[in-house]
């Protein structure tokens, strides 16, 4: 049995990763920042046959939480065999497309 962390499994590509781990029986720990979709893709992926779905919630921009969310994880899981990061920024397309450096940012 798999065990994976899934951040950012609010997003439509993590969910759809989810619900493939689901499908194998597999204990998730699932972190976003939208606790609310968070809930129901939780509930989801239990229908779905997950065997164990932990959640944690997360901001990316509070930099001081990660390494004690990620060590929750860790402790709550026993080990990881995957790890997937499926979050990101959504920044403005047309400063991005005129300022390479607001790109990189």
Not at 3 to 18: Q, R
Not at 47 to 66: I, K, L, M, Q, Y
Request: glycine share 4%; with cysteine.
């Amino acid at each position: 049995m798999k065990n994976v962390i899934i951040i950012g499994a609010t997003s439509a590509i993590a969910e759809a990763v989810g619900k493939l781990y689901a499908l194998e029986k597999a204990n998730l720990y699932l972190i976003a920042r939208n606790t609310t979709k968070l809930r129901s893709i939780e509930q989801d992926l239990i229908v779905r046959g997950a065997n164990a779905v932990h959640t944690a919630s997360f901001n990316a921009f509070e930099f001081d939480s990660h390494d004690l969310l990620i060590q929750q994880a860790f402790k709550t899981l026993k080990k990881v065999d995957v790890l997937l990061i499926a979050h990101g920024s959504l920044p403005d397309q047309q400063q991005c497309q005129e300022d390479s450096v607001k790109t990189i940012e």
